[in-house]
């Protein structure tokens, strides 16, 4: 069974700091992976996808990255700001089935 | 545009009532989903859809129906609820099954007392 693990599980930076986040999984027999933010209340909104053959993902301060044979991935968010607070979820679409799974989120803090 | 509507945004159920949470897409997805969020869990998925008259059960489907008539409509329907069934329910569609970007619903919030 494919687990998704998101450490730490909350973050609190300073303004204009770069930072980046962390998601594992178990299985590295996927298609894809991608980021969501989820805003407080809220549904997620997609911000990149990675597809199995990729290394990374770029729009514009946010960079995602891909190791399949290690499991990992990384957020990386430049020049932080007060609006990039939120909660940042990776999931992992397996191979084997039509199940996406989600790690449970890093909570992003950027004081001004 | 209006993407991924859910209804409604907020639901207090007794235990044993039922209920149909409403999903409605209007980019022409094939591929329809429902998940809840718990803390500390992440998101889980309950049902998907591939395409119209086509479903199939997720990692936690007990205690949910899903039927899929249309290529819009995704509705979630708690037969008996119960309060394990507290939770954040997002619907989700992407335009072919999870190989394309996900749309995500603003959530239904439900408590079940």
């Known amino acids: 069974k494919q687990e998704v693990t998101q450490i730490p599980a909350a973050l609190s930076v300073p303004e204009g700091e770069n930072l980046v986040l962390n998601c594992s999984f178990t299985d590295s027999a996927i298609y894809n992976l991608q980021w969501f933010r989820q805003d407080p209340g809220k549904g997620l909104t997609s911000l990149l996808l990675i597809q199995s053959s990729q290394r990374e993902q770029t729009s514009g301060r946010l960079n995602a990255s891909l190791d399949k044979s290690s499991g990992r991935s990384t957020l990386y968010i430049a020049a932080s700001q007060p609006g990039d607070s939120a909660t940042y979820l990776c999931a992992v679409k397996p191979r084997n089935n039509n199940d996406m799974r989600f790690g449970a989120g890093t909570r992003l803090t950027v004081k001004p | 545009n209006a993407g991924v509507t859910q209804t409604p945004k907020f639901q207090v159920l007794k235990t044993g009532q039922s209920m149909t949470l409403q999903c409605a897409q209007d980019?022409?997805?094939?591929?329809m989903s429902w998940y809840r969020q718990d803390p500390g869990m992440g998101l889980r998925l309950i049902h998907y859809?591939?395409?119209?008259?086509?479903?199939d059960q997720g990692e936690v489907p007990n205690g949910y129906n899903v039927s899929r008539s249309t290529t819009e409509d995704f509705p979630l329907r708690l037969l008996s609820a119960a309060p394990s069934q507290t939770s954040v329910y997002f619907c989700?569609?992407?335009?072919?099954?999870?190989?394309?970007?996900?749309?995500f619903g603003q959530g239904t919030r439900l408590t079940v007392v």
């Open positions: 989700a569609s992407s335009f072919r099954d999870t190989l394309t970007e996900a749309f």
């Open positions: 859809s591939v395409g119209a008259g086509i479903t």
């Open positions: 980019m022409n997805h094939e591929y």
